[in-house]
Nanobody, 124 residues
């Protein structure tokens, strides 16, 4: 049984930093592409970051590039999302996701497994 469990979301202020964690079980984490998405109320799920298991290369959309950093610790089966200089528009439920094939890491339908999400709220 595959499980992805996110943690770390909370209420913060504009300009603060926050790190989210996602612990994965039930699959070969070291050979799994990992991504983070977020969803604000009434909005579609939005790509935030992804990391390759093959090269450890990372990708980000322009809106978070330079502020967010995705990383992974294969020994702990965990992926992290370090978020700096947070803005109110970063508010949303953050989901981690696992992809076994890497067809297109920016697209949510590519991913095979999802966590339950963790709420991040950035106050102005």
């Amino acid at each position: 049984q595959v499980q992805l469990v996110e943690s770390g979301g909370r209420l913060v202020q504009t300009g603060d930093s926050l790190t989210l964690s996602c612990v994965v079980s039930g699959l070969s984490f070291s050979k799994t592409y990992m991504g983070w998405f977020r969803q604000a109320p009434g909005m579609e799920r939005e790509f935030v970051a992804a990391v390759s298991w093959k090269t450890s290369s990372t990708i980000y959309p322009n809106g978070v590039k330079g502020r967010f950093t995705i990383s992974r610790d294969n020994a702990k089966n965990t992926t992290y999302l370090q978020m700096d200089s947070l803005k109110p528009e970063d508010t949303g439920v953050y989901y981690c996701a696992a992809d076994l094939r890497a067809e297109n890491l920016r697209v949510s339908t590519t991913y095979d497994y999802w966590g339950q999400g963790t709420q991040v709220t950035v106050s102005s």
